[in-house]
C-alpha cells in the first residue's frame, strides 16, 4: 500500500492495513503505548509521523 504523505491522519482500518496488522492488534499496540493515537471525538486517529516511527520502533527492537 503506498501512503499518501499529504493526508495527516489514518483512520484504525488504514492504519491497520499499512501496518500490515489486524485492527485488534492495532488496538492493543494503541493500549500498551506502541503506537500513539489521537481522539477526535469517538474518532481514533493516527499521524503518519507516529505510525512510521512505530515501525522503526519494531525494527530496533528486533535488531
Known sequence: MEIQKEKI???VPETAKILRIS??????R???G???SRK???RVL????????SVVEVIQKST
Request: charged content about 25%.
Open 9 to 11: 491522519y489514518y483512520t
Open 23 to 28: 485492527q485488534s492488534t492495532l488496538n492493543r
Open 30 to 32: 494503541v493500549r500498551s
Open 34 to 36: 506502541g503506537i500513539k
Open 40 to 42: 477526535f471525538g469517538s
Open 46 to 53: 493516527f499521524r503518519i509521523e507516529d505510525i512510521e516511527n
